[in-house]
């Protein structure tokens, strides 16, 4: 009897983490995640299965057709260095190609890596060995009407350490950007207005600093403009503890429903010509330039060895094109979210 | 009456270039390439200018449409630096995009392009300035039909010099490489054949090392697996004067036409289905990868400031498709491709 009731007990336990709504299992085992939840990696674990799961939920329900998303739960091909679980939705009725991926993993940094740090201005002496830990979610989502933008969302929690557990380095990243094919001023207006009070409950000067930083990351450099209308970027965010900016990064993640929802809800049914289809696959075809050419995240994923490649690339769209010298008219919608893209403005 | 005469003997002298037969006036003005004749910036000008000419017109003779190509000359930022003249084909019967790109610059090399060459092993000392002439021809054919390959040929001279005129270098580089969608090997021996052969003529260890580095090259890292089935790619060829290996250049640019036109007047009009025209659609987004991603070609242009950005991306289809875990069938023609640009073989 000794032995079955704290059998109970463990389980009871363990019940104090409530997984019931996540996509899939965590990638830590739910015995750890209970031992160590009070550590940010645990808390940051079970923050992206979380905003996974209710993001997935929330894009679900808009799918009228009852296309659901596919769940792939993942490990390293060292399973010891984690995993993740890679959501996606492809053909949809609203979503032409969703993806929802979390990603937990420990490893040791490479060379390359450990350099590409270095020049972000990390100390990390280059006569000893790092591992890494990173927790994080990463999302892009494609609609299928060219009247609902492209959203992207980002965070991410890092930790790094030498083989002695000295030199230790902890920082958040992350941001929350919009994409849209033809503007429309409200939206983006209802967009970033949802993303500042998410900021300024944290510090005012938060979102003024993160709507800069978005415009300036998302640049395609060769191209002059900039992927999107942007929205908040940061990096390498640090303070005394991780629990001093934990919150801010989690008030970040749960306004990504709110800042998005509505605009889905609002334009996933409106009429579509045939040429606005065709700017909005010109307009992914700048999307995959930026995700392949600039964007951090997937650089990382390439200069990481036997990384999940499908769940980096699950970012690209179904379809892009590429025209030849293809000039919006003068005064044309196209033209008006170009000129936005080139000299980005504030929106509140 | 003796400036009269000489006028005309001026005409007379400049009309011993024949530029008749050219998409568009070369680059350099006629009075220059003709009082430099023998200087290889000159020859190489010319052939490029001859090589585009005669590529374009064949393939136009595949458009039973009348499409034709549109021709672009246009001007570096400051003219005085060169520019290029830009054939684009695109929505034609037989081919849904093909460009065909010759440029011919002289401009200072930005210290980004200085220490990249010097990482491939120029001596160019960081404490001078250099100035570089650039004159190539580059080339991507994207058919419409699954059963014709996609083709890209480049080739280029470079010539590097400080202000003093001192430090100089000069190098050719180039390639023709075959992008199937589904493997035919007949084809794929034919054009390694003709390849082979051009490379014959000069030295018989040309075609194994070029052919080998061809493969090596065109290397998609983060798929383990080449663009194509592989062609010939070499780089920095240098030896005691350019002319000798000018003939050998010319030789493999002569070479794109009889390598290619046959694949074409062969598969153009071969029935498609629907599920192999998305199969050469993932092909495309993988063909759009390497070139973001990897091609030397296409970077060397996100570097050059002020690039004429249109011309370097032309070589993007016009449609590319990108599903999230596409893993073709055991044993289709799908695989067999696959499988081969995973382990490349000899085909001659």
Chains 1, 2 share one sequence.
């Not at 019940?15 to 160590?36: G, R, Y």
């Not at 390359?112 to 990173?134: C, H, V, W």
């Not at 403009?225 to 900016?245: H, N, Q, S, T, Y």
């Amino acid at each position: 009897y000794a032995a079955c009731s704290q059998n109970v007990s463990a389980a009871q336990k363990v019940s104090t983490i409530d997984t019931s709504q996540f996509m899939a299992a965590p990638v830590t085992d739910l015995s750890d995640l209970e031992k160590n939840k009070e550590d940010m990696k645990a808390k940051m674990e079970l923050l992206i299965m979380r905003i996974q799961s209710e993001f997935c939920k929330a894009l679900e329900g808009e799918e009228s057709s009852g296309t659901k998303f596919t769940v792939d739960r993942w490990r390293r091909h060292n399973p010891s260095e984690g995993g993740g679980i890679t959501c996606v939705m492809q053909d949809g009725e609203t979503f032409e190609k969703a993806g929802v991926n979390i990603t937990v993993m420990s490893a040791p940094l490479s060379k390359q890596l450990q350099a590409s740090m270095r020049a972000r201005g990390k100390e990390l002496p280059d006569d000893k060995q790092f591992t890494f830990f990173a927790a994080g979610i990463s999302s892009v989502i494609h609609p299928r009407n060219p009247h609902v933008p492209t959203i992207h969302f980002n965070y991410r929690y890092f930790e790094m350490q030498d083989e002695d557990g000295n030199n230790k380095h902890w920082w958040f990243g992350g941001g929350t950007d919009l994409t849209p094919y033809f503007l429309e001023e409200d939206d983006v207006r209802h967009f970033h207005s949802v993303l500042k009070s998410s900021c300024d409950r944290h510090n005012p000067q938060y979102y003024p600093k993160y709507k800069k930083w978005c415009d300036d990351y998302f640049f395609i450099k060769f191209r002059g403009e900039r992927r999107g209308v942007g929205g908040i970027f940061f990096d390498d965010l640090e303070a005394e503890k991780p629990e001093d900016i934990f919150g801010f990064v989690q008030d970040c993640a749960e306004s990504v429903v709110p800042s998005y929802l509505p605009l889905v809800k609002k334009h996933r049914q409106d009429p579509v010509s045939e040429a606005e289809r065709r700017w909005q696959l010109l307009r992914r075809g700048r999307y995959v330039e930026f995700n392949l050419v600039y964007d951090r995240g997937t650089k990382f994923g390439f200069a990481t060895p036997n990384a999940r490649i499908e769940s980096i690339l699950m970012s690209l769209p179904l379809h892009a094109r590429w025209e030849y010298m293809h000039i919006p008219e003068p005064d044309s919608r196209e033209a008006k979210l170009t000129e936005v893209l080139k000299n980005p403005k504030d929106w509140v």
